[in-house]
């Protein structure tokens, strides 16, 4: 069977892929939570027209026409353990806001854990150095050792 996406995994791809499996098999520890993060545009749309009300046997009608608010980034966290999973929204997608998402997870989100083992793709903007791109140097260098692998 040939896989569609992938025509001959490199061996880079494939020893990434099983540290990810190796990741997943770990049992949950709230110390080392497990976060998995990934990022999707949107664009934000209005009704030029109201939309009809639902009424008994017809659905709700909207008009194919709209109005056009600009785009809204979502950076998805999503605890595979648990089953729990937060959005944060951001105007942009840069190093800065992957930071502040990095910042929210450790200092709000899981303030007590020992490390939190963050799982994304390799997007340009998903990496720790996001971190010395948003804050100063020791603020980054406090939150990238205890925090983030």
């Known amino acids: 069977m040939k896989e569609w996406c992938i025509a001959a995994p490199s061996p880079e791809y494939v020893q990434r892929m099983e540290d990810v499996l190796e990741v997943y098999k770990r049992p949950y520890d709230e110390k080392q939570p497990v976060v998995c993060i990934d990022e999707a545009n949107r664009q934000l749309i209005g009704e030029i027209r109201t939309p009809r009300p639902v009424q008994p046997g017809q ?12 785009a809204a980034n979502l950076f998805m966290m999503f605890e ?48 720790l150095a996001s ?9 980054a260098a406090i939150q990238n050792s205890k925090k983030m692998i």
Request: proline share 4%; glycine share 2%.
């Open 131 to 139: 971190l010395y791109a948003a804050f100063e140097p020791e603020a």
């Open 59 to 70: 659905t709700a009608l909207y008009d194919y026409e709209y109005e056009r608010n600009g």
């Open 80 to 127: 595979p353990l648990t089953g729990q999973r937060e959005v944060m929204v951001t105007e942009r997608r840069t190093m800065i806001d992957f930071a502040r998402c990095l910042r929210y997870l450790a200092e709000e989100r899981y303030p007590d854990a020992e490390k939190i083992i963050v799982v994304m793709d390799n997007l340009n903007t998903h990496s």
